[in-house]
């Protein structure tokens, strides 16, 4: 079992399950989340967009409102229109917690990929609405059964964490730069959380440890019994208590931009775990968390930004997790194997 401990007075974990389990019976699963909502000029060897909507929590919403009610916390500027909300309210994205802040401009991520699309560059950062950011959720936001903590400043992931007491599973992501900026805050912010969603070499990076399997351990020893490491188009590796899993990214011949392929791959999975508030939240039920992860991420990076997720059908993912059952299953026929003589 995971999702199960303990930090200081913070109860976390299936303590709560069983409130949790009421709010089902009325109806009223959802998951919360926190993260960038921005405006993102992205160049990739395929192409450019100078200025499209994405954002760790818009990315991480899109695919996760395929399996439950999502509700979207984070400010906005002026400059963010009617059409881009209505990207979200499309997937029934609940906009609602979104601040509209008067004379605001909204975040502004630039990046480049090259040849290699495993390797971006970033080129330009604006907090703008998130520097003065001080998170209020509404009760419905707070009363969430499940929590994700997209890549934003850590503090800011605190503060909204400490107003989900009811979550029964919360998930992190994060990134280098505040692995740069704010490690003492990061490392605080996962010793709060359930599960650690990071890039492999992020993983390293904040443990000081080469061998995943130890950065693994490591972090597990700071709270989260579950760390996921994401490894761009490789696929993602999960170790929990009961051992590891892995799954390759979805082959796929063609790769536009990956931009926002993380938030996607977490959207699939904490949205799965969303989805089955009554089964226990153990290796087995993550493991195939991780293939919808998959197959949202793979979604995500066949055309820009939010672009092919957007405009996803239900069926596209549960044939997409199929394809990728197939090619990861194998049956051993066991050969005789010689001995040194
Ligand atoms: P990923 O899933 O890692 O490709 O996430 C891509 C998204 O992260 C983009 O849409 C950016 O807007 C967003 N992003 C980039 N840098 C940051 C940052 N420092 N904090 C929060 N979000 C960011």
Known sequence: MVGCTRAGNDVRGCAWRSAGRSLLSAGLMTITVVGSIAFDAVRTPFGERERMLGGSATHFALAASFFDEVRMVGPVGEDFGEADLAVLRDRGVITDDIEHVPGGKTFFWRGVYGWDLNDRETL??????????????????????????????????????????????????????????????????????DCLILNDAELRQLTEEPNLVRAARRIREWGPQVVVA??????????????????????LETVIDPTGAGDSFAGGFVGYVAAHPDEPLDHGLLSRAMAYGTALASYNVEEFGTERVARLAPDEITERVAELEQITRFADKPVTLRTAS
């Open 124 to 193: 330009d950062t604006q907090l703008n609405v998130f520097a003065q950011f001080e998170p209020k959720l509404s009760e419905a936001s707070q009363d969430c059964d499940v929590l994700f903590l997209a890549n934003i400043q850590p503090d800011l992931q605190r503060q909204v964490r400490s107003q989900c007491r009811r979550a029964r599973f919360v998930a992190l992501d994060s990134m280098n730069l505040w692995i740069d900026v704010a490690r003492d805050s990061l490392v605080a912010a996962i010793g709060e959380v």
């Open 230 to 251: 994401k490894q761009g188009e490789y696929g993602a590796a999960m170790i929990t208590s009961e051992g590891f899993f892995a799954l390759p990214a979805f082959p």
